[in-house]
């Protein structure tokens, strides 16, 4: 898209929304909801687009080329079935249980709020229980399938515990209500169901050694309803970093020899550490999307990092006048471009 756009003239965020699709292009069904202008537009008035020279190599000193890069990012709502089991010991104190797994993005943390939001209790009512497959049939953490599809199924089997609290009594053993949602997970989709994103790149490229310098990293995202935005947030800030890492550090070299891998540890293998990341911005969009479940929330893992590289690379075309086309751009590479075409950035 970056390259189209360059071809013809056009700043590659008005190309995009010219060419929006009224319905998914390879589907052919309506959107569910569609927020992509939204994001690209929020994220230029947030990043200063407007300040970018879309001449490749025209701001530069005499050590640094500067550019601006842009990318859209779209990921698949993705539903598997669950199963949840919510137990009312009193009407003020539940557990709920659930075959999940938190690996660390803070599902514990949004499926007690999910519990206690349905249920219509305080968090401290609510005894959460997670972790063991014996507690039921749950998705695996990953895909950012968890909140939607776990959070579906305890969403469901909160409103039948209370409806059934109002017809009846608790009995001394508790009232238990177990949901399965597989028939209506599995249920074939009648919308485009997505999340959605821009990514926005601030680069500096050294015309000596050809390192490349990320300033700094936006990106602003549309996942449905965010029910823990400290949680989410962390979640797509992370997925930039590995994105950053994905374009300029982590390179998995084979060991042609042996077989396997030479870059088989953290000193070989290089991430993103803080020096590497001096200025990363990210927020939400408010959207509605009432076709992904009664939760209304969509993943928010791999959307942060879909188009990270693509901004990071465009930028630093737009700061030297060079497409990238091997990853990641280290620097040996990097120089050895600059000085086959040391006219782009004299």
Known sequence: MDELAHELGHDPIEL?????????????????SRSLVR???AGAERFG??????????????DWCYGMGVASAVYPVLLFPSTATIVAKSYADFEVEIGAADIGTGSRTVLHQLAAEALGVSMESVQLKMGRASRG????AGGSMGTGSWGWAIYQAALQVKSAMARESIPPEGLR????????????PRHSRQSYGAQFAQVRV????????????????????IINHATARSQVVGAMIMGLGMALTEAAEPDTTLGGWVTQDLASY???AHADIPDIDAFFLEETDLQVGPVNGKGVG???????????????????GIRVRDLPVLPDRMSAALSAVPHRVS
């Open 16 to 32: 995009r929304i010219r060419n929006e699709p009224e319905v998914d292009p390879e589907s052919g069904l309506p959107f569910s």
């Open 39 to 41: 994001c690209l537009r």
């Open 49 to 62: 687009w407007s300040d970018r020279d879309p001449r490749p190599g025209a701001r530069h000193d005499s």
């Open 137 to 140: 049939l749950a998705p695996f």
């Open 177 to 188: 209500v177990t949901v399965d949602t597989t028939e209506e997970a599995m249920r074939p």
């Open 206 to 225: 050294s015309r000596y050694t050809g390192e490349v310098f990320v300033d700094r990293l936006l990106g602003v995202f549309a996942g449905g309803r």
């Open 270 to 272: 290089h991430v993103p």
């Open 302 to 320: 791999e959307i942060g990092i879909v188009g990270v590289t693509a901004a990071i690379t465009n930028a630093i075309f737009n700061a030297t």
